[in-house]
């Protein structure tokens, strides 16, 4: 073994002959050069850096290709969009039926003979009842005007010579919370007082309006995880010809060091900056989707004689929807990075 | 600096690579690996980078084995060795300085450092006028110091080349040996695999020249 006759003595500043190459080196914290141990104080620096230079990379990924950036994007925040307008439409309607629910009565109908004292007498011992928050009486003439003045049938209700209708209490109960089911008892101990003919729960409806409410809920539960499934194919696909496209430089910045970590992070924030953007755009589409819906929504409540509309989604909601997006950004980029980058070796 | 112990490399299709290869490179010393194309020199190179692994032995690279080191490991052995290579291996979309910059940006630099040392690196392969252009405007000779520029910008302490004057003419390639023998002179170990043995016998320096994988001859 010939030794090197020419440079017996290394002027240079480093370290000992064989400086041996440790395991699991920190990162950031190269050795050999004496001068590099300056880094050890600058280990937070170098990190931040090379996330800004990440970001920097991702920035100018989006302005060298913006078309299928553009693409990409547009993907995400349709299918960002869909499934958030879904629930957002229906939370709508709900506080709607909520609305209704907090209407929500008894229709205590007495018998046909029964009207002015024990009707009162009757209508006293149900607002005894614990359940029992209010009741109101319309005797039978109170029921004949309301009737005549609602159901537009007021001319015939005249030809007859006497009033075919029966008095009625309304109940409100204290809670309506578990529904029509948990009614049933009040309604079985009013329907057992004498004088009393029928009693109907209002609430039925708005227990199906309710119940087709949560089908609809799941259905769009359903097809947002379709949804979110499909954005993180889109992502992949896109952060995997990203990195195909660089695929030379990433077999050089490995010769030259670098690690996995380094190669991922542009790719990570490529997905993050994607999702920001989608997520962004989603929300403005909701915004003017909304306030599109609305002009046609509070005509048709106007019919109904509802001041019902649509109300802008709270910028809470917006800022959840964004922050779900770069997460799901990221998400996609690392399932396309996780084991693609691993497997490109420099040759 | 670079120990190989018996190392042998056989590849899944039976090509044998390497054959029961043994020897020593000192640190701050110069040596070349000269032999035939497909006698191994390229493997041997490989095997230093750990790009791949020996079938058999063990290599020791600054007195760490390399079978004790884990693929996570690997990037930070990486960063103490410069590597030229044939092909230049350049990033066709950076400018000159980009590409030069690229392993202090790697090992975390403090940023006005990288541009002081850049331009070192660049003064001493004499293309400092050429900082903001794109490779792709050199010539090959001014590629091949670029890639060398970057071989030695975070001042490894083992230089490793891969055929770097096989596209050169004779003048061109005598020049870039001088290059690397001037790192050598400030203490750098290096090695080179050539097979241009007329340039490499002007040189006084130590040869080790494999045949078919196996080492037939270690001398000067």
Redesign the interface.
């Known amino acids: 073994?010939?030794?090197?006759k020419?440079?017996p003595a290394?002027?240079?500043k480093?370290q000992s002959?064989?400086?041996?190459?440790?395991?699991?080196?920190a990162?950031?914290a190269?050795?050999?050069?004496a001068?590099?141990q300056?880094?050890w104080r600058?280990?937070l620096?170098?990190?931040l850096?090379?996330h800004r230079?990440s970001a920097q990379q991702a920035l100018q990924r989006l302005r060298r290709h913006p078309l299928s950036s553009a693409m990409t994007i547009l993907v995400m925040t349709i299918v960002l969009a869909l499934p958030t307008g879904l629930a957002v439409l229906i939370g709508q309607v709900e506080r709607l039926g909520v609305d209704w629910q907090r209407a929500a009565q008894l229709s205590v109908y007495l018998q046909e003979t029964v009207d002015g004292p024990v009707a009162e007498q009757l209508r006293d011992s149900i607002a005894a009842l614990d359940e029992v928050d209010e009741v109101q009486l319309l005797d039978k003439a109170l029921a004949l005007a309301e009737f005549q003045q609602h159901s537009g049938m007021g001319d015939a209700l005249e030809q007859l010579s006497y009033n075919p209708l029966p008095a009625v209490i309304l109940v409100t109960p204290n809670s309506i919370e578990g529904g029509a089911s948990a009614l049933q008892p009040l309604r079985d101990r009013i329907a057992a007082m004498s004088g009393v003919e029928l009693v109907q729960i209002d609430l039925l409806w708005i227990e199906r309006l309710t119940s087709i409410l949560a089908m609809l809920e799941r259905f769009t539960g359903g097809l947002a995880v379709l949804l979110i499934f499909a954005l993180l194919l889109v992502m992949t696909t896109t952060i995997r010809l990203a990195i195909e496209s660089r695929r030379?430089?990433i077999?050089?910045?490995?010769?030259?060091?670098?690690?996995?970590a380094?190669v991922r992070r542009p790719f990570l924030y490529i997905g993050m900056v994607y999702g920001l953007l989608a997520g962004l755009l989603a929300w403005l589409l909701l915004a003017g989707g909304i306030a599109w819906l609305n002009t046609t929504v509070r005509q048709v409540a106007a019919l109904y004689e509802s001041g019902f509309e649509l109300l802008p989604m709270p910028a809470g909601d917006g800022l959840l929807l964004v922050a779900g997006a770069v997460l799901l950004g990221l998400l996609g980029a690392w399932l396309a990075v996780g084991r693609h980058i691993r497997d490109i070796?420099?040759? | 600096?670079i120990r190989f112990d018996q190392v042998s490399k056989r590849y899944p299709n039976g090509h044998q690579g390497l054959d029961n290869l043994d020897?020593?490179i000192?640190?701050?010393?110069?040596a070349f690996i000269t032999g035939h194309s497909g006698a191994g020199k390229s493997t041997l190179l490989k095997l230093v980078?750990c790009?791949e692994r020996p079938s058999a032995g063990r290599v020791h690279?600054?007195?760490?084995d390399l079978h004790?080191?884990?693929s996570?490991?690997i990037?930070?052995?990486?960063?103490?060795i410069g590597?030229v290579f044939q092909n230049h291996?350049?990033?066709f979309?950076r400018t000159v300085f980009d590409n030069v910059a690229?392993?202090l940006?790697?090992?975390?630099?403090?940023?006005d450092?990288v541009g002081r040392r850049v331009r070192a690196a660049l003064d001493k392969v004499d293309l400092l006028k050429k900082e903001n252009l794109f490779p792709i405007s050199l010539s090959g000779g001014e590629q091949q110091r670029v890639g060398i520029a970057?071989a030695v910008v975070?001042?490894?302490?083992l230089l490793l080349a891969d055929e770097p004057t096989g596209n050169l003419d004779p003048a061109l390639s005598a020049e870039i040996m001088t290059l690397f023998e001037d790192f050598?002179?400030?203490?750098v170990t290096v090695l080179i695999a050539s097979h241009d043995l007329p340039l490499i016998a002007r040189l006084?320096?130590?040869m080790l020249t494999l045949h078919e994988g196996r080492l037939v001859r270690?001398?000067?």
């Open positions: 073994m010939a030794e090197n020419r440079n290394a002027p240079r480093r002959a064989d400086t041996p190459v440790k395991k699991n080196p990162p950031k190269p050795k050999g050069a001068r590099s300056r880094n600058h280990p620096r170098s990190w850096g090379s230079d030379e430089e077999q050089v910045i490995k010769l030259v060091g670098g690690t996995d380094f070796e420099p040759q | 600096m020897f020593h000192r640190t701050g010393e110069m980078m790009m690279i600054g007195g760490q004790e080191l884990g996570d490991d990037p930070y052995l990486r960063r103490q590597v291996q350049l990033l979309d690229l392993p940006i790697i090992n975390g630099t403090p940023r450092e970057r975070h001042k490894p302490a050598n002179r400030v203490g006084d320096h130590r270690d001398g000067e």
